[in-house]
């Protein structure tokens, strides 16, 4: 794997996580992107999926969103254009970059688009298996950012991990069955 490269493009999402107009803030990094590198790399090996790419489409998948808070609706379309860019100013070769911005495009799970490549369901899975495994981040967003009361917040909660767990493979459901399931119990009304 590319090392430098990958650095260069970590460097550029986490600039953007820090910056002012990012209204995530920094956690979006430090508890969606970090830890869902680890996990698509580990879904990488599982699969004998290209790590290079599925690192890359991890660091860029939201960038557009975390750039732009106008293109979160659609951050997956304007994402894969982001990454075409970057990836064509560090002058990644053009069959990678198509394979990032696949994975990319078909990462969200409130938009089902169909994984063709072990890359595309090894970022879906992560992006996926790191709302479930970095729980925190979820209420945070409910209960901090969104000021959602109590039940509401549960039921959004709740309604995202239930969309996350059907995107995901059956690798991917294999790697976190165990904490989605006692997620998922504690959510019960």
């Known amino acids: 794997m590319d090392s430098e490269l990958i650095q260069r493009i970590s460097t550029i999402i986490e600039d953007a996580c820090k910056a002012e107009t990012n209204t995530f803030g920094y956690g979006i990094w430090s508890h969606h992107i970090l830890p869902m590198i680890s996990i698509a790399q580990e879904l990488a090996d599982r699969t004998n999926a290209a790590k290079k790419i599925v690192t890359l489409a991890v660091l860029l ?3 557009a969103g975390i750039k732009d808070q106008e293109l979160v609706e659609e951050h997956h379309i304007w994402g894969a254009k982001e990454a075409e860019i970057i990836l064509a100013n560090e002058n990644l070769d053009e069959e990678k970059i198509e394979q990032v911005k696949k994975c990319i495009l078909a990462h969200r799970g409130s938009v089902i688009i169909e ?12 992006d996926a298996i790191v709302h479930i495994d970095q729980l925190a981040s979820l209420f945070y967003l409910v209960y901090g950012d969104r000021g959602m009361d109590v ?3 549960r ?3 709740k ?3 239930t969309r996350d767990w059907e995107k995901m493979s059956e ?6 069955k165990k904490k989605y399931d006692c997620i998922m119990e504690l959510l019960e009304e």
């Open 115 to 126: 994984k063709t490549t072990e890359e595309e369901k090894c970022v879906a899975d992560a």
């Open 155 to 157: 039921r959004w909660v």
């Open 61 to 63: 998948h939201d960038y």
């Open 171 to 176: 690798n991917g459901r294999n790697m976190i």
């Open 159 to 161: 309604d995202k991990l």
């Open 151 to 153: 039940d509401e917040g």
